[in-house]
């Protein structure tokens, strides 16, 4: 199984953009998908997660009102809608997937096939 963010890209803060995950095949019924993020020198973070059936979303206090994930499963594509891009909001934003349960879903260590990121850069 395989995951693929896109569409990240450069805007302006107070901007938005919509990134995308697409999974190779549907396989993700039990799982969660979480998106990361990763800005140069720091941790990586958890931006939010929302099950795959059934519903359950969480998202990070950070971006809590600004971002929002849905999803798509006629597609196998997961979303995180950004809104009210931040300068802070820069980093590499990644997917992947878990089967933990919902009070685990910040820990990356939960996850796996981890798909390749995509840079989004917010400028002041």
């Known amino acids: 199984v395989q995951l693929q963010a896109s569409g990240g890209g450069l805007v302006q803060a107070g901007g938005s953009l919509r990134l995308s995950c697409a999974a190779s095949?549907?396989?993700?019924?039990?799982?969660?998908l979480g998106w990361f993020r990763q800005a140069p020198g720091k941790e990586r973070e958890f931006v939010g997660a929302?099950?795959?059936?059934?519903?359950?979303?969480r998202i990070a206090d950070p971006v809590k009102g600004r971002f929002t994930i849905s999803r798509d499963t006629a597609k196998n594509t997961v979303y995180l809608q950004m809104n009210s891009l931040k300068p802070e909001d820069t980093a590499v934003y990644s997917c992947a997937a878990t089967k933990g349960p919902f009070s685990t879903w910040a820990s990356p260590a939960q996850y796996r096939a981890w798909g390749q990121g995509t840079q989004v850069t917010v400028s002041s």
């Open positions: 929302s099950r795959w059936i059934g519903g359950g979303t």
């Open positions: 095949r549907d396989t993700f019924s039990n799982y969660a």
